[in-house]
């Protein structure tokens, strides 16, 4: 006859290493151990279970039953404690990646900010050597400030022309254009 000191539940070790396989293992041994007092007792589920239906059983059984049970409980306890425990980490990990990202936007957003301002800087650059080959050709329209959009295109034109012309290759014989 088993002592029920035989069946003490010892002091909780390190449970760290839990997986899914630990789970499924640990899931399956408490069903066998519902479906095996089901079976003793002459009941289909577990809810239905009332205790006169223990009452035919030996006490070494319900004994070895309380000791599964028991122990099935304390390694559910300390799976959901370290569950509960590693949740807790990744939701602190989680707000300090979102917070990263947060940090990363801002820094992108600054960048962009920056780049278009050189943009801007640039084209107004442009805009004024423009003006300035405009005005070279033509003295008159830079002093009353009247340059049209025709006169930008000759500048630009002329400008492009002198450019395209210094990279041609001249072929004796054949027309320029």
């Not at 004994?63 to 390694?75: G, H, K, T, Y």
Request: proline fraction near 1%; charge should be negative; charged fraction near 35%.
């Amino acid at each position: 006859m088993p002592n029920l000191a035989d069946y003490a539940i010892a002091k909780d070790s390190d449970s760290s290493g839990y997986n899914t396989e630990f789970v499924m293992e640990l899931q399956e041994e408490v069903q066998e151990s519902f479906d095996k007092i089901l079976e003793s007792v002459n009941c289909e589920q577990v809810l239905d279970l009332e205790s006169e239906m223990f009452e035919d059983q030996d006490k070494d059984t319900v004994i070895s039953w309380l000791v599964d049970a028991l122990e099935s409980l304390r390694q559910s306890r300390n799976l959901l404690r370290d569950a509960a425990a590693e949740i807790d980490v990744l939701q602190k990990d989680a707000i300090k990646d979102k917070s990263s990202i947060i940090q990363l936007q801002r820094e992108v957003i600054e960048e962009n900010k920056k780049g278009i301002k050189a943009m801007q800087t640039n084209i107004q650059t442009e805009i004024k050597s423009y003006r300035d080959a405009v005005c070279s050709q033509n003295e008159s329209k830079c002093d009353a400030e009247q340059i049209t959009v025709e006169d930008v295109k000759e500048a630009v034109k002329s400008v492009t022309e002198d450019n395209a012309r210094s990279r041609n290759i001249m072929v004796f014989g054949l027309c320029e254009n």
